[in-house]
Structure formats: structure tokens, C-alpha cells
């Protein structure tokens, strides 16, 4: 028996999830393809943009709008980059723990006792001026 060439179900990317460089070089690969596979003489008929991104959409299993988007990037920079990755930044209960907490505490109070109504500015250049305790920002 001759074996039979049939191709895997296309899998679909959900909407909303971002793609990576990985399937960005594929559309990229898919799209000078066509490109090349169009003949060069004028007279024939060509395939328009948008049927272009139509058939490397349903190719791919991924939106025209990705499609466009994609493309648009490769021909105004050159090359395709994948998203950022979100940066974890310590919160502030992260950066201060029941030690710090403490002499915050202090300072506060402190600040009462000199009979000074605490406000956030000048509770954070006191807390910043201390070198035991960690700088916050506002």
C-alpha cells in the first residue's frame, strides 16, 4: 500500500492568547511563498493582500489581524519579535517584612510625639533616610 499523505487537523489559536516568534516565522515563511510561487508576468492574474492574508490565515489556524500585524512588522523592521514577558516586581508587603513593619511603626508614632500630623512625604523621607529600613516610592 501506498501511504497516504493526510494532513493534521489545523489547530486553531484561541483569542486572545499571543503568539511567539516561532509561529511569527512561519506566517513569514508561508507569506514569501506565495509571494514566489506568483507568476512574474504582469498580465496574469496575481493574488490581491488580502486574499493573501485570507489564505495564510486558514493555513495557519491564525487571525487575519495577526496575520496583518505580523507581516506589517517583518516589512517595517526587518525582523518579528515576541511579546514581553510581564516583569515581577515585589509588591509592598513583599519588600517589607514584621521587622521593618515595626520601626515604620515607630517612626510614626515618633512623629506624633514631636506633635507633627505624618504625612506621606514626610514619612518617606524619614523612612528613606534611615539606612536600616528599605527605599519605598510613593
Given at each position: ?49 488580502k486574499e493573501m492574508l ?13 496575520v496583518q500585524t505580523t ?68
Amino acid at each position: 500500500m501506498d501511504p497516504i499523505d493526510i494532513p493534521s487537523p489545523k489547530k486553531k489559536n484561541p483569542c486572545g492568547k499571543f503568539i511567539g516568534t516561532g509561529q511569527k516565522q512561519i506566517i513569514i515563511n508561508l507569506y514569501k511563498d506565495i509571494v514566489n510561487q506568483q507568476p512574474e508576468n504582469p498580465d496574469s492574474p496575481r493574488l490581491k493582500y488580502k486574499e493573501m492574508l485570507l489564505k495564510i490565515s486558514k493555513a495557519t489556524g491564525i487571525g487575519q489581524r495577526t496575520v496583518q500585524t505580523t507581516l506589517a512588522e517583518y516589512k517595517n523592521k526587518g525582523t518579528v519579535t515576541s511579546p514581553n514577558k510581564k516583569k515581577n516586581r515585589p509588591t509592598i508587603i513583599e519588600k517589607v517584612d514584621d521587622f521593618d513593619k515595626n520601626a515604620i511603626r515607630q517612626k510614626i508614632h515618633s512623629f506624633w510625639l514631636n506633635r507633627e500630623v505624618p504625612t506621606i512625604a514626610k514619612m518617606l523621607t524619614a523612612i528613606n533616610e534611615d539606612e536600616t529600613l528599605p527605599d519605598l516610592k510613593r
